[in-house]
């Protein structure tokens, strides 16, 4: 394969801007992934970075190895090999989907890593920037107005199981709401129940009030709350 200019002028310049590129996509990843580990999502610091990386390696080698229309079909194909690894991290069970937001950012971290291999660097940096504004701001104006749904998790005690399951039933009822992942626990002196309920804080507040003023209920233990994506 012959580039132009030679190996020699090849040797001079393609090295210093790839590894600029290189450095520059894993530090955007990194950011990125670091705020995603401070939550403790499945794609944290590590996985982010690599993928930033990734794209940008593929990019670059895309333009030197490809040229011409076969560049832009090589890099077109990180696109489905992110799709690919996005749904791994999508959760489904009982109607209940997570880790939509973990498979949006890594899509976006994808297209970061192609902008900086493509040597669009204010745009792989402005890119950086909406993200982090979305990930901190928009979460916490849906905690501020209660727009947030979680899964809330409780662990109650009472005479029988059966008794608990139904004045948990009761107040659920409400407001057209079940409990899952349901766990029972059976002593000599009372039944143990743990499970979860899907909902606001506000929500969660007057449910864990019904809970805590009921006459079935024993002892009432608030385990908080675990986002959903």
Not at 72 to 96: E, V
Not at 149 to 172: I, M, N, P
Request: hydrophobic share 45%; proline share 3%; glycine share 12%.
């Amino acid at each position: 394969m012959q580039f132009p200019g030679g190996w020699r002028e090849l040797s001079s310049t393609l090295p210093m801007a790839a590894l600029v590129r290189l450095v520059l996509a894993a530090i955007l990843g990194g950011i990125i992934g670091l705020e995603r580990e401070l939550k403790h999502r499945p794609a944290g610091l590590r996985t982010n970075m690599f993928i930033c990386f990734g794209a940008a390696m593929f990019t670059l080698l895309s333009a030197q190895l490809g040229g011409g229309n076969e560049a832009t079909r090589i890099a077109s194909q990180i696109i489905p090999g992110i799709g690919f690894i996005g749904a791994g991290s999508i959760l489904h069970a009982r109607g209940s989907v997570s880790g939509l937001t973990t498979a949006a950012t890594l899509f976006v971290v994808a297209s970061v890593g192609m902008a900086v291999g493509g040597g669009l660097y204010a745009t792989a940096i402005f890119a950086t920037l909406v993200v982090l504004l979305v990930l901190f701001t928009l979460g916490r104006i849906e905690d501020a107005f209660g727009l947030k749904f979680l899964s809330f998790a409780y662990e109650v005690t009472g005479k029988t199981s059966d008794d608990v399951l139904a004045e948990v039933s009761r107040l659920l009822e409400v407001e057209h709401r079940m409990a899952d992942n349901v766990r029972i626990a059976q002593t000599p002196e009372h039944s143990r129940v743990q499970f979860t309920v899907d909902g606001t804080f506000r929500q969660s507040a007057r449910f864990l009030a019904g809970l805590r003023g009921s006459k079935v209920i024993e002892s009432v233990h608030y385990g908080g709350p675990t986002e959903h994506e």
